[in-house]
């Protein structure tokens, strides 16, 4: 079984659309992250939520916006999609806030902006 | 200033060869570190946490020095397989692990 999966794995899309990626953790955890990885590999958090609230935004433009229906699930949708947003996107769980444990990560959604 | 600053590589060493990576950060205010592993085109998984008093898995030591802030990762008898990117990360209050950007190890036959 997957730990955490994300979905759609790759996704290539034109500039000005919108764009969701899914993600859902079977691990049991209470918190879910959003990381975003650039050409240049540095990883970067995006947003953290515990148990479906909103505990860290770093700046990250407002047409990204994260919804967690459920704290095994950590949805991202990106609206008006520019070129400077083709990355790859990983999502990651870990047992709680304090992270003492380490994170858990998905396999990544690799987006391409045409 | 990066957070936590990675030479990137890469080291490129025999196999069963000893390999050693070097990792700084400059927030003394971070709490914990760790070690994660990163294939190519891989996720990030976690292969160690680093504690002052040293730990060991295996083939691998980590040290954490927090006076000088500065984290370290041996890699004994290196397999092929250990041909990955290395990342050096700190968390820090605020429930954010901060990644450095990776040292890539290549180990040949």
């Known amino acids: 079984d997957t730990a955490v999966s994300q979905t759609p794995k790759y996704l290539v899309t034109q500039m000005g659309n919108d764009k969701s990626i899914k993600c859902e953790q079977n691990l049991g955890h209470d918190t879910m992250y959003w990381y975003k990885q650039d050409s240049k590999k540095f990883l970067k958090i995006m947003f953290s939520?515990?148990?479906?609230?909103?505990?860290i935004n770093e700046t990250v433009p407002n047409r990204f916006s994260p919804k967690s229906p459920d704290k095994a699930h950590l949805n991202l949708h990106i609206n008006s999609l520019e070129l400077g947003d083709s990355a790859v996107y990983f999502c990651a769980s870990s047992q709680d806030q304090a992270s003492g444990r380490g994170q858990f990560f998905g396999p990544g959604t690799r987006l391409t902006v045409l | 200033r990066k957070e936590v600053e990675q030479d990137p590589g890469p080291f490129n060493v025999p196999e069963g060869a000893t390999v050693a990576f070097n990792c700084t950060y400059s927030?003394?205010?971070?709490?914990?570190f760790f070690w994660y592993r990163q294939d190519c085109r891989k996720e990030p998984k976690l292969l160690m946490s680093v504690y002052s008093s040293g730990n060991e898995d295996g083939r691998f030591t980590a040290q954490l020095n927090r006076a000088s802030q500065y984290i370290s990762l041996l890699i004994r008898d290196s397999k092929l397989s250990d041909s990955a990117t290395y990342l050096c990360?700190?968390?820090?209050?605020?429930?954010?692990?901060?990644f450095g950007g990776g040292t890539r190890l290549m180990v040949k036959p």
């Open positions: 990360v700190a968390y820090n209050a605020g429930n954010m692990l901060t």
């Open positions: 939520y515990n148990n479906k609230e909103l505990i």
């Open positions: 927030n003394s205010a971070s709490q914990s």
